[in-house]
């Protein structure tokens, strides 16, 4: 399974990926997690190949956590069976608020050429974080997957 948490700046990605693996992880089981910034170009292609090789060398739950802002970038991953997208939210205040209390805050330049950039999908859920805690997130998240979880 692979699960791609993704969304503008500061909306909870990292809170929501982390949180997850944490739930998800269990004996015979174990959630691989990547995170955008691990890479500094080509990011989402390099995600792709690891992933892919990943999967290849018998690992096959992951979870994927980048703005994906272009639709191009989530699309690698649409033939991938067992995909499962993520859609992460919240106000641009408070992404711009979140983003100047975290280290290594981006230039709030950043976020609003995401914001204007930004390519809308079709998510399998939307999580909007001015409304849910990380943790609730994950609970819906969860009860979303149901029986997927289970293959």
Known sequence: ?????????????????????????????????????????????????????????GKDDWILDGTFYKGEWRAMFDDVDDTYFVEVSCSLESSTERNQKREGSLPEKVIH??????????????IDTDEKSPGDAV???????????KE
């Open 113 to 126: 050429i995401i914001r204007n950039e930004y390519e809308e999908g079709e998510p399998d859920i939307v």
């Open 139 to 149: 609970g819906q998240i969860i009860e979303s997957l149901g029986d997927q979880l």
């Open 1 to 57: 399974m692979i699960i791609v948490v993704y969304g503008g700046v500061a909306t909870g990605k990292t809170s929501i990926g982390k949180a997850l693996k944490e739930r998800l992880d269990e004996p015979g089981r174990s959630f691989n997690i990547i995170h955008s910034d691990d890479f500094s170009k080509n990011t989402y292609q390099q995600m792709y190949r690891k992933v892919s090789e990943g999967i290849e060398n």
